[in-house]
């Protein structure tokens, strides 16, 4: 998306929470810092604020996230945040996302990108009296959420909180139950809603092998990183070593099962099959 809107990207390393290392930048400043509250556990934005101008948040993972008190996306310190709605996420509307901000200008300005450049629903422009004529004021995109998706979605909503505590739970089993055999990505004391439960684990290939062989799939949230996808490469001359946690972390990492249905009994054999092979 920076790519997109024409800025010069540059990336940074993170911590062992897999968030954002401000300290990995030094005293650099930049007109928008775009970071991610990875697996759902929020990042500090106060000082990354010092270094940027404005902060867009990849709220991707973070759906009921708060940060000082106030949803994701909403702080003094923000200028908004994109929420993702994929089927994986802790609530879904199958497909879409939605963007959030104090700043109704630039709300405004999202939601007429996102229908084409003309700043109306469709609603509008059918009710429309005979004299109006409905503008395009950017080159937008075709990229609204449909009304089935939003319905989907305000349902989902309404199960939220619901859906964070049975991730929590499952959570805190995995993390109690595999440590010691586990290196679970460290509690930076911010609000967590527990997308995902990542880890690292020597032989990490072979782990997934024997795990898919006992009926249980590991994920691999992420690998490569994203500097050493060949695009980002050559856009930021990305070389080995660069982000050395990281790679760490990209090189190591499982992702345990998590989802809002599973069960106890799936989350037992999980465990136990865990267990058997670490």
Partial sequence: ALYHAGYDIEFCDVGMDGNMNIKSIGDRQYALIMPVHYAGQVVDLKPIKEHARFIIEDAAHAIGAYYKALPV????????ACYSFYPTK????????????????????????????????????????????PLVNYPG????????????????????QIFIS????????????????ILFLS?????????????????????????????????????????????????THYKVGDFPIAENIANNCISLPLYNDMTEEEVAYVVKVLKGIL
């Fill in 73 to 80: 996306g909403l702080s003094e310190y923000s200028s908004g």
């Fill in 90 to 133: 802790n609530m879904t509307t199958i497909e879409g996302g939605v963007f959030i901000s104090n700043n109704k200008e630039l709300t405004d300005d999202v939601r007429t990108l996102s229908l084409h450049g003309l700043g109306t629903t469709h609603v509008t422009r059918y009710n429309r009296s005979s004299t109006s004529k």
């Fill in 141 to 160: 995109f075709k990229a609204n959420m449909t009304n089935v998706e939003a319905a989907i979605g305000i349902e989902q909503f309404k199960r939220l």
């Fill in 166 to 181: 049975i991730r929590e739970r499952i959570s805190n089993i995995y993390r109690e139950e595999l440590k010691g055999r």
């Fill in 187 to 235: 509690d930076n004391g911010n609000d967590h809603v527990h997308h995902m439960v990542v880890g690292l684990v020597a032989n990490r290939d072979l782990v997934i092998e024997k795990a898919r062989n006992a009926g249980v799939n590991l994920g691999i949230h992420y690998s490569p990183i994203i500097p050493a996808h060949p695009f980002y490469t050559k856009l």
